[in-house]
């Protein structure tokens, strides 16, 4: 059986669009061991966008651990968990090349998804706080310093992902990306199993 790992991310802008990060984790599903942290502050950018990045970065990290793994990726974003499983289109075309991009770390069937609550994703949020607060400072985020970073006051809020309303499902496989403008659904491959 393959090695299951749990990927935790999180992103968040304070102004969306405005400075963003994100934070990731990586753990061994059967002990809880974390095996790999990881934060970055990744300049103006939406909510959205840095949620992504999280995601891009803990399954990156994942497969460097173990590319047979299955991972089970939980997010505290409804949009990028719906928008991965196929169940919400990308009306952003902004997101579309990063939605591709996790989806070619991993194959499909090694991967799930699930949301959950922000109160059970708090590792990740806290990295991503961190990244944003040594960004502000005029830092960067490093394991070295991110335990020293849990003695100092309480940091702003990291701003919510806007609430969406679901569109019709899809998956980006077999999906023409060149096609995607102005926020309409992306329209299959010719040629392709869609």
Not at 115 to 121: A, F, Q, T
């Amino acid at each position: 059986m393959p090695r299951q790992l749990i990927v935790e991310a999180d992103g968040g802008s304070r102004g969306n669009p405005g400075p963003a990060a994100y934070g990731t984790v990586v753990r061994d599903a059967e002990s809880g061991d974390v095996l790999v942290e990881r934060a970055e502050f990744i300049g103006t950018a939406s909510n959205n966008v840095a949620e992504y990045r999280g995601l891009i970065a803990g399954l990156s990290a994942a497969r460097d651990l173990d590319p047979e793994a299955h991972v089970e990726a939980r997010l505290d974003s409804k949009l990028v968990v719906e928008q991965m499983s196929g169940r919400w289109k990308i009306k952003h075309p902004s997101m579309i090349p990063l939605a591709l991009e996790a989806k070619q770390l991993l194959p499909a069937g090694q991967v799930t998804y699930e949301w959950v609550p922000r109160e059970h994703n708090k590792h990740a949020d806290r990295l991503a706080n961190e990244a944003l607060d040594a960004a502000a400072r005029g830092e960067q985020w490093s394991e070295a310093n991110s335990n020293a970073a849990l003695a100092l006051a309480p940091r702003s809020a990291v701003v919510d992902e806007a609430e969406v309303e679901p569109g019709p499902p899809n998956s980006l496989v077999g999906w023409d990306v060149d096609r995607a403008e102005g926020g309409l659904p992306l329209g299959p491959v010719a040629g392709s199993q869609r």
